[in-house]
C-alpha cells in the first residue's frame, strides 16, 4: 500500500507464556477506518497499544505517520489521539477543565465551547467527572482524543459495555470523524460495529490476522449462502447434516447446528424430514444472510463472542 | 517547565475539592498542636516551640503518606496512563506532584505557627525564614520519599504497609514523638542514619535556638540530598500502568540511594554533636525557668543556648 500511514510488520508480543500477538501485519491508508476484529484475548488491545506507544512490542516493526511508537516521543504523541480500553480521570475533574487540561498539555488553545457542543456535553460542562454516566465518559474521553487534531485517532472498544443508543451516538461520533479524514483504527468485537463503521476489516485470532479486507470482501467468502441457524433437541452426529440438501458448510456453535446453504427452501425441508425421520424435534431456527461473525466461524469454528 | 506548572495547578485544584486535605493538613496537625502542648507546654513557653517543632516535623513529614496514596490510586484507576499519552514524561508528573505538595504545605505550617505564637502563647516564633525553608525542603524530601513508595509498591494494601512501616520508624526514631535523648543510647545512633532526625533536629534549632540557615548546613544537605537522590530514584522505577515491572537495574538504584544515608549517619554518629545539641535543646527547654512561670508574656530575645 502506497499511502499506508500506519505500517505493521509481524508483530510479536509474550505475556509470560501466553504468546499475546504471534506475527500481526497489515497496513492502513490515510483517511481510512480500519477495524481488528476478534474476540476477547485475540490480541487487539495488545495491537494497538503497541501502536499507541503504551506497548513495546517483542519484535517486528510498527510505524505511524513514519514515526516509530516507542521512541518517537513527544512528536509521535502530537500526531496521534487515543482512547483507551481501561482508563479513567479523577473524580473531582469537571468536564471543560479536563479539555482545557489536555488541551494545555498538548499546548494548543481548544474551543472547548465547541468540543462540548460536538460531544453533547454542553450541558455536563461543570459537572464532574465521577458524576458522569458511562456513555458521557466515553464521549469526553473521544473528545479529549481529539483535543490536539491528531492526524490518526486509535478507538480500543470504544463501545464496550454502552447501551445501544449511546453505542448509536458513538457511531455518529465515528462517522464524523471519517468526514473529517482522519485516519482511523478501532478495535471492536461487534460485529455490526465493524459492518456499519470500517473501510477495511482484520479479524484477528489468537494473536494472528486471519483474514483482512472490506466487510463486503470477507462476506463474500460467504457469497451466495445463508446462514441458518438450528437447535434440536437431540444432538445429530458431526457432519450428519451436512449431507442435506444445498449444504455447503455446518458446524457446531455453541450448542447450536449452523448451517450454511445454497439453497435455503429445499435445505430446510430437507432437515425437516431428516429430523422426522430420526425421530428428533426441531425447537428453533434463524435465517440471516452471512455475517463477519459467520466469516469469523467459518474460519475459526467459534462465535466471536466466546 | 509549563506542563509541569499546568498539573500542578490541577493537582491543587484537586486538593481543595479533597476534604481529606483539610483534616489531614490543617486539622489534625492542629489537634496534635493543641494535644501535645496541653500535656508538655501547658505553661507556655519555649516547650511550646519544642512541642511545634515535632507538630511540624510531622506535617512535613506526612507528604510521603498523602503522595504515595495518591499516586498508586491514580495508577490503579488508570488515571497515569491517561496522561501518558499526553507528550509529557514521567519528570513532569513527579515535579507537578512535589510542587503541589509543597504550596499546599505552606498554609498548614503558617496556621500551626501562628496558633502556638497566638494561642498557645509560644514566647519566640524562631528564626522563620530557617523554619520556612527547612519545612519546604522537608516537604520535597519526603513527598519525593513517597514517590518512591509508590513505585516500589504494586498494590495499595502494600503502599500502606511500606508507609506504616516508614511512618512509624520516622515518628519513633526521629525525635518526633519522643524526644532524642530519651532513645536508648543505640537508638539514638540509628536515628542519625533518617533524614527525618535532622529535620527535627533543624527545626528545634531554629525554632528554639534561633539559628539561621547559614548554620543548618547539615540539615539542608541532608534533607536536599535525599530529595535530589529521590528524585532520580522515582524517575528511574516511575510506573505509568500497574502492570509495568519494575526493571532489575531500578532496584539496585533504590537501594544505592540509601549508602548517603549510611554516610551521614555514620559521620554524625563519629561527631557525636548532634545528639549532644538534642539533649542541650531538651534541658533547657524543660528546665524550669522564670520565663516559663510568666509564659504569657512574650519575649523576643534570642535563644540562650547554641553550642554550634
Known sequence: ?306 | MNHAWTLTLFRLRLAMRNRAFLVFGIVIPLVFLFLFSAVFASKGGPAVAYVLASVLAMSVMGSFWGLSQQLVIFREQGILRRFRLAPIGAGTMLVSSIASNLILMVPGIAVEIAVARWVLHMDRVGDLLSVFVLSGLGAVTFATLGLVVASVANSMMETQVINQLLWLSFLLLSGVAIPLPNLPRWLQQVALFLPATYLVTGLERALIEFVPLTRLGAELASLGGSALLAFFVCQQIFRWEPEQKMPRQAKLWVAAALVPFLLLGAWEASRGGRLGEARTILRSTFAERPAQRNAAAPSNAPAPTDKR
Open chain 1, 1 to 306: 500500500m502506497s499511502d499506508a500511514i500506519i505500517q505493521v510488520r509481524e508483530l510479536t508480543k509474550r505475556y509470560g507464556d501466553v504468546e499475546a500477538l504471534r506475527g500481526v501485519s497489515f497496513e492502513i491508508a490515510a483517511g481510512e477506518i480500519f477495524g481488528l476484529l476478534g474476540p476477547n484475548g485475540a490480541g487487539k488491545t495488545t495491537t494497538i497499544e503497541i501502536l499507541e506507544g503504551m506497548r513495546s512490542a517483542d519484535g517486528g516493526t510498527a510505524t505511524v505517520c513514519g514515526l516509530d511508537p516507542q521512541r518517537g516521543g513527544a512528536e509521535f504523541k502530537r500526531t496521534i489521539g487515543a482512547v483507551l480500553q481501561s482508563t479513567s480521570l479523577p473524580d473531582k475533574l469537571r468536564v471543560s477543565e479536563a479539555l482545557a487540561l489536555f488541551g494545555q498539555l498538548y499546548d494548543c488553545h481548544p474551543d472547548t465551547a465547541t468540543l462540548l457542543r460536538r460531544f453533547g456535553l454542553e450541558e455536563k460542562r461543570h459537572a464532574f467527572y465521577g458524576k458522569l454516566s458511562g456513555g458521557q465518559k466515553q464521549r469526553l474521553a473521544i473528545a479529549l482524543a481529539l483535543v490536539n487534531e491528531p492526524r490518526v485517532v486509535f478507538l480500543d472498544e470504544p463501545t464496550a459495555g454502552l447501551d445501544p443508543q449511546v453505542r448509536r451516538e458513538i457511531y455518529a461520533i465515528i462517522e464524523e470523524l471519517r468526514r473529517e479524514k482522519k485516519t482511523v483504527l478501532l478495535t471492536t468485537h461487534y460485529i455490526e460495529e465493524a459492518e456499519r463503521l470500517c473501510d477495511r476489516v482484520a479479524i484477528v485470532d489468537h494473536g494472528l490476522v486471519i483474514a483482512h479486507g472490506t466487510p463486503r470482501e470477507l462476506k463474500q467468502r460467504s457469497a451466495g449462502t445463508t446462514r441458518i441457524e438450528v437447535s434440536l433437541a437431540r444432538a445429530v452426529p458431526d457432519g450428519e447434516l451436512r449431507a442435506l440438501e444445498g449444504v455447503t458448510d455446518c458446524r457446531d456453535v455453541d450448542g447450536r447446528t449452523v448451517l450454511h446453504s445454497t439453497r435455503p427452501p429445499q435445505t430446510i425441508v430437507a432437515l425437516v424430514k431428516h429430523l422426522e425421520s430420526s425421530n428428533n424435534e426441531l425447537q428453533s431456527l434463524e435465517i440471516a444472510a452471512p455475517s463477519l461473525e459467520d466469516v469469523f466461524i467459518e474460519l475459526t469454528g467459534r462465535r466471536l463472542r466466546e
